[in-house]
Structures are given as structure tokens and as C-alpha cells.
């Protein structure tokens, strides 16, 4: 009994003898703590309409066409773009092939978008691009055409892909 | 004999209790009895951005209930954007405090680049404000849909010695050694060194002689003459700062953006060139610094 007395009595020494010291040696600190969340760029297809063999990537980024191309004949593609992200996205875009003479001279291109096309975050815009073959003097072919939709803000871009492969067979249909 | 044990034990622990306060008081920092505590506290924060033509990203701060941690959230931060938290520290203690250092804790500073206003060094009398401001600019290489934390940590100690004392201070050192009624806290050989540092870095102040008249010549010019002119009253306050300046009390402390050497070289240059007009203005700047620990 005595030494649990004697025990509590010395701790309690202790702390009474640091606690002078501590309190004498006064300091403070004043913190501000932050934290940043920072935003996204992303556009999607959300959803299209076509004639083709379609199929869609896992991301929504990429949507593969195939199927055939005859004369005179519009190939409606309707591709609903979504800004996906949390900030403004602006839309443009480009079109390559892997044939650029036959493309250039023997199809014609439209599409509704008007560009540089600004799409608030959240928001969606449905794009419909008309691919046209003029010429009926053609032999058969296939050609790649890739139609890609880069969104950009400041540094940022993001981008999703049409890839058309037509082919075009003589007197098909 | 167990009674007279316990009874020992119980004593003991009051000495040394007493013993741990009184070293405490002694020290100036204790926060239970000896007048009110050593305290800073936020008393404002707000927040603004570069954004001009969209308003896409957002920044937010508030104070905490505790009043010593500002919260702050940037939203859809995105390269370049730049938030910027403009914040009020307050003295809410009694004793001046001094900012001993400013840590800014960033784990990411590819992605983010922070500044804050450095403190170090200033002190904050009783009552006094401090404004800062912290910028947190958003890199290019800042993660896309990512979330980044940092911290800002203002260290502080408080101050309760060194900070100017009044012109009734110095004279209560100077008065006992001359055989006046009173009980000096700065040694008579301190106080001797001090008025020879004076004379040796003064324009106006020159003690020679031995210790009692170099005294008397000090605490003549703090008493001043009956009828005292402006230069009579601006000569005591400049000694009383020269004094708190080579006592190494006005460290840290500034009055209208002046430091106590400039207030000294100002009073000096007009005493010198006889520039009456700025006496009083000079006397009452040197009066103000010296009561800067009182507030």
C-alpha cells in the first residue's frame, strides 16, 4: 500500500514540476489547410445512329463503322458528343484516310458542327456527318476514313474516333 | 508514521507545484493565473482567383471553430488557375508575440506551387493584427480529376521579454544606483555598457566620466529639466529608444512601418540639423515606440 502511495505521489512530482516548465515555454502554431480537387477533361459518344456495322469501345472514345458505300447515296452518321468532365471543353476536328486522293476527289464530307464549338461541362452536342461518294466510275475499293473530335482546355485535350472503313463494290448496292 | 509520511509526500508536491508556477511567472509564459495567456487567432480569411472571362474553378476558406486553422477547398482547379486566401492573424493574448517560423507542406510541388507571406521574426503586440496572404497556383503537370493537400504551418512563442520599454522604466534603472529610493532589474554594469554603446554609435549622446556620472547624465536627460522645451522631451524619449535599442528590445518591432534605428537616425538627423519643426513629430514617434510593449 505503501509504495503504491508512494508511486502515485512521485508521478504526480513529475508532472506537477513539468508543468511549470511547459507552460513557460509557450508556443503556438496557426495552420491553414487546403486541399485541391482538380478537375477533368473528357468527352464521350454518348450515343449514335448509323446505317453501318458499328461497334463501340469500352471507354466510349472510339466507335468503329464498316459496311458499303454507294453512289450518290448520303451515309448518315449521327454521334452524340458528351463533355464528360468538369470543365468547358472546346470541339474541333480533323479527318484523315488512307487514301487521300480517292477521299479528296471522289467524296464529299458535311457535317453540322459549327467549330470551334464550345460544350459546357455536363452538357452534350449531336453532330450529323454526311459522307458522300459523287463518282460512279470507280472500280471497287475500300477505303479508312477516321473523323476525331479533340476537346481542349488550356493544356488539356481529350478526343474520341469515327473510324469509317468503307468499301465500295462496282454496281453494288 | 504513515500520517507524517503522507503529510511530508503532501508538501513536497505543493513545493514543487509552487516551485513549477513560480518558475513560470518568472518565465512570462504561463497561461493559468499569470495575467491572461500567450494567443493568436484567425479573425479573417478571404479568398479570390484569377479567373476573369469563366468561372470555372472555385476557392473557399473558412476559420475553424477553435479559431487557429483555416480550412481552405479549391474545386476544379486546372493548370494555371491561381486561388489566392488572404488571412488575419490576431493577438488575442496579453504579451506580444513573435512568429518564429512559416513551413509550407506540399508533397506535390510539380502539381501545385504554394507561397504564403513569412512571418518570421514579426511580432504582434497585444491586441495587433497581421494580414498574409497564401497563393496556391495549379501546375501543368497537376493530375487531371486528382485531389492534392497542403498545409500551412505559422509557428509563434511568446514574447514576454524584449519588447520596448517606457521612458519610467529606464529611469527606475538609473535612479537606485544613484541613491534613490527603488529596486533596478537591469544591472549597473549592463546599464553602463548600454550608455557606452550609446556614445559610441550617437551623434547626440555622449556619457564619459565614471559609472555614477555617466548615470547621472542619463537619468538627467530622461528626467528632463522642470520646464522641459520639445528638445529636452525629445532627447529623453530618443534615449529611452536608444536604450531599448541597444538592449536588443525593439527586435521585431516596427511603428508606421519604421524600425527603431530609423526612428533613431530621424530623431538624430533633426536634432542635428536643428530642424525644430520636426521635433515634436520625432519625440512623439520615439514616445510611441517605446510604449509598444504596454499595449
Known amino acids: 500500500m505503501n509504495k503504491q502511495i508512494l508511486a502515485a505521489f512521485t508521478l504526480l512530482l513529475f508532472a506537477l514540476a513539468i508543468t511549470g516548465y511547459a507552460y513557460s515555454h509557450w508556443r503556438e502554431t496557426v495552420q491553414i489547410q487546403g486541399t485541391a480537387q482538380i478537375a477533368k477533361l473528357e468527352i464521350i459518344i454518348q450515343d449514335y445512329q448509323t446505317t453501318l456495322d458499328s461497334q463501340i469501345s469500352q471507354d466510349n472514345h472510339t466507335l468503329n463503322l464498316k459496311g458499303t458505300i454507294t453512289q450518290n447515296q448520303p451515309l448518315l452518321t449521327s454521334i452524340t458528343i458528351q463533355n464528360n468532365g468538369t470543365t468547358p471543353a472546346t470541339i474541333t476536328h480533323t479527318i484523315t484516310t488512307n487514301n487521300t486522293d480517292l477521299w479528296n476527289t471522289y467524296f464529299t464530307y458535311s457535317q453540322n458542327l459549327t467549330e470551334p464549338y464550345e460544350l459546357p461541362a455536363e452538357n452534350i452536342v449531336t453532330v450529323l456527318q454526311n459522307i458522300t461518294l459523287t463518282d460512279d466510275q470507280l472500280e471497287p475499293f475500300t477505303i479508312e476514313v477516321t473523323v476525331t473530335y479533340t476537346a481542349t482546355f488550356q493544356s488539356w485535350t481529350d478526343t474520341i474516333t469515327i473510324k469509317y472503313t468503307l468499301t465500295y463494290q462496282e454496281g453494288g448496292t | 508514521m504513515k500520517t507524517k509520511i503522507f503529510a511530508t509526500l503532501v508538501l513536497a508536491t505543493i513545493a514543487l507545484g509552487i516551485i513549477g508556477y513560480s518558475y513560470a511567472c518568472w518565465n512570462g509564459g504561463i497561461q493559468i493565473n499569470c495575467y491572461r495567456k500567450c494567443d493568436l487567432a484567425f479573425t479573417s480569411v478571404k479568398t479570390w ?247
Not at chain 2, 66 to 93: L, R
Not at chain 2, 139 to 160: G, H, M, T, V
Open chain 2, 49 to 295: 482567383d484569377n479567373e476573369i472571362e469563366k468561372d470555372v474553378a472555385t476557392v473557399n476558406a473558412y476559420i475553424t471553430c477553435d479559431k487557429d486553422t483555416i480550412k481552405v477547398t479549391i474545386t476544379n482547379a486546372y493548370p494555371c488557375y491561381t486561388a489566392y486566401i488572404n488571412y488575419t492573424i490576431k493577438n488575442i493574448g496579453k504579451y506580444p508575440i513573435q512568429f518564429t517560423s512559416v513551413t509550407i507542406i506540399n508533397e506535390h510541388p510539380e502539381a501545385l506551387e504554394i507561397t504564403t507571406t513569412n512571418h518570421t521574426g514579426t511580432v504582434l503586440c497585444a491586441c495587433q493584427t497581421i494580414t498574409g496572404t497564401t497563393t496556391v497556383h495549379t501546375l501543368q503537370p497537376a493530375r487531371e480529376n486528382w485531389q492534392y493537400e497542403f498545409q500551412i504551418k505559422i509557428a509563434a512563442k511568446c514574447k514576454p521579454k524584449g519588447y520596448p520599454r517606457t521612458i519610467g522604466f529606464w529611469k527606475n534603472q538609473f535612479a537606485p544606483y544613484l541613491g534613490k529610493p527603488g529596486k533596478p532589474q537591469i544591472p549597473a554594469q549592463t546599464l553602463e555598457d548600454y550608455l557606452d554603446q550609446i556614445t559610441a554609435q550617437s551623434s547626440v549622446f555622449n556619457f564619459t566620466g565614471t559609472r555614477k556620472q555617466k548615470f547621472q547624465q542619463a537619468l538627467a536627460i530622461l528626467e528632463m529639466p522642470r520646464r522641459p522645451t520639445m528638445l529636452d522631451k525629445l532627447k529623453a524619449q530618443l534615449l529611452a529608444l536608444w536604450l531599448n535599442y541597444v538592449a536588443g528590445w525593439t527586435e521585431g518591432y516596427t511603428l508606421n512601418g519604421m524600425t527603431a534605428w530609423q526612428i533613431i537616425q530621424g530623431s538624430e538627423n533633426a536634432i542635428n540639423n536643428g530642424l525644430t519643426g520636426k521635433y515634436e513629430y520625432w519625440k512623439n514617434l520615439c514616445d510611441q515606440f517605446n510604449n509598444l510593449g504596454e499595449t
